[in-house]
């Protein structure tokens, strides 16, 4: 996507080195950082330098390169490997990606691993990037739907599910943004999404593309929808189930909830790598990341010199429960976009996607 007159994607390789968007100073600095090692890859991870579950995939199978440069090893693959699976818990996206570098590289002799690793990570960015082009591209009909009757299409989301949070393009923007280039009157209400605020990086993307949009606190999204406001919801995803349960960020489960109550449809953008076909039970079985409660106790933002800095919110002594995502069961979702075709939340419909 386009920042200013220049083409951006959220992760590149640049010689040695791998080049990524700082976004925890984003949205008030653009920044691109230059990452040397697989232990500042897993930084980045770790520190939301690189956040949502594809773009976490894709620039831990460039850090494998990054680690295999130096000792090709069986030794030094394994440990990276341990070292990156651990960053980020609940997006399945990183231990999907992990697991075809191992399957791609462990075969082969250590002298040629190096160079392996840089294809196979660059053919992953590239397929993310083809991924989520689909599913903008099936998604554009169910906006185009509502646009027959609306001069206005009022649509909600939650956290960051775009170009920031992919390679390119985005899950659930990437719809949006087909309908927008399309002159459809496309109008978005961001969560801010609190407390990482993911909807500030949400509103920098929209707004860089000329999208209309609206930044709402997260408690408003139901109001906005009783009142007839919002048009659908469309929501990203970190892991879903076989049966079509959606794990996200936090609070996504209590807008679908507001969703159902008010006859809003609901819908997931979804790429294959994001369906975690072993859970047996989504309530249960999926690790949710339970966060730093200075997440909670601290806000970020610009002070007086123009500098980002912090401020507490919260005093040190309170308790403070972080847990970073949710589950909305499948019995909310309207529908699930797919790079093949927006498919039900049922068994049966995630079952017709499996192995396309
Ligand atoms: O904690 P984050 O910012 O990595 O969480 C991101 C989300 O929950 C996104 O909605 C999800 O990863 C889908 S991104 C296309």
Not at 88 to 117: C, E, F, G, H, K
Not at 182 to 189: D, F
Not at 193 to 208: D, K, M, N
Request: proline share 4%.
């Amino acid at each position: 996507m386009k920042v200013g007159d220049l083409s951006y994607r959220s992760v590149w390789r640049d010689g040695d080195s791998v080049r990524i968007i700082d976004q925890t100073r984003l949205p008030y600095e653009f920044h691109a950082l230059s990452l040397r090692s697989c232990e500042q890859v897993a930084n980045a991870i770790r520190t939301m330098q690189v956040r949502g579950a594809p773009l976490i995939g894709a620039v831990a199978a460039y850090g494998l390169a990054l680690a295999l440069r130096h000792d090709a090893s069986d030794g030094t693959l394994t440990a990276a490997l341990d070292m990156l699976a651990d960053t980020r818990p609940t997006a399945v996206n990183l231990r999907w990606s992990l697991n075809r570098m191992l399957r791609q590289l462990s075969p082969l002799d250590p002298a040629v691993r190096v160079d392996a690793a840089w294809t196979e990570a660059g053919r992953i960015a590239d397929e993310d990037t083809e991924l989520n082009r689909s599913i903008g591209n099936h998604g554009l009909p169910v906006i185009r739907d509502v646009a027959k009757n609306n001069e206005i299409v009022n649509v909600l989301t939650h956290c960051n599910a775009g170009w920031l949070a992919t390679v390119d393009y985005g899950t659930a923007l990437a719809p949006i943004y087909l309908a927008h280039d399309e002159g459809i009157r496309v109008h978005v209400w961001v969560d801010e999404t609190r407390p990482r605020s993911q909807g500030f990086l949400t509103a920098w993307e929209l707004s860089a593309h000329g999208v209309p949009y609206t930044l709402i606190a997260d408690n408003a999204g139901g109001h906005l929808m009783q009142r007839g406001q919002v048009d659908l919801v469309i929501v990203g995803a970190d892991r879903v189930t076989r049966e079509g349960h959606v794990c996200n960020k936090i609070g996504t489960y209590l807008k679908a909830l507001a969703a159902k109550q008010s006859g809003v449809p609901f819908y997931a953008a979804v790429p294959s790598p994001t369906i975690d076909w072993s859970i047996d039970d989504a309530f249960s079985d999926i690790p949710i990341e339970e966060r730093s409660g200075d997440e909670i106790r601290f806000v970020q933002g610009i002070d007086r010199n123009g500098q980002i800095s912090r401020v507490a919110v919260g005093t040190d002594e309170m308790r403070v429960a972080n847990p970073a995502f949710d589950v909305t069961p499948a019995e909310l979702i309207t529908g699930i976009i797919t790079e093949v075709g927006v498919i039900p939340a049922t068994r049966d419909g995630l079952a017709s996607i499996a192995g396309k």
